[in-house]
């Protein structure tokens, strides 16, 4: 068994060898969020559940009982750098093939894009 910190470089050598292998099969990658305080976790539960108009739910996590893997610095957020590297793709079909090489890593790979509630294509954590 792997203690925390052994996890942590794991997570974060497969997350570039991820970056790595989607980048061969043409698709880029950007992380745009890592680890998260209690507090920021907590104000991000919120969203969704304050009661503005249009705003949607994006965790389940509250930041105290259910604890974000990102604030175990064991997830990332990764968003998808169009073809010609001036945008960000936010909804794209590649996040799928992404999403499945992850996966295929090893055993508690985890893609929030098998999620339905909420739907998180850009979330990859790993799992002991």
Not at 36 to 65: C, P
Request: proline share 2%; with cysteine.
């Amino acid at each position: 068994m792997m203690t925390r910190n052994e996890l942590r470089a794991e997570f974060m050598r497969k997350i570039g060898a991820l970056c790595i292998i989607a980048k061969d099969k043409g698709v880029n990658l950007m992380p745009f969020y890592f680890h998260r305080t209690r507090q920021e976790q907590i104000m991000l539960y919120a969203k969704g559940r304050r009661g503005i108009d249009g705003e949607k739910i994006v965790t389940n996590a509250d930041g105290v009982k259910n604890v974000s893997a990102h604030q175990n610095w064991l997830a990332m957020d990764l968003v998808i750098i169009s073809d010609d590297g001036f945008n960000l793709e936010w909804q794209s079909e590649k996040y799928k093939i992404v999403g499945e090489i992850w996966e295929s890593m090893g055993e508690g790979h985890i893609w929030g894009g098998r999620w339905s509630s909420p739907y998180d294509p850009y979330h990859f954590e790993i799992r002991g």
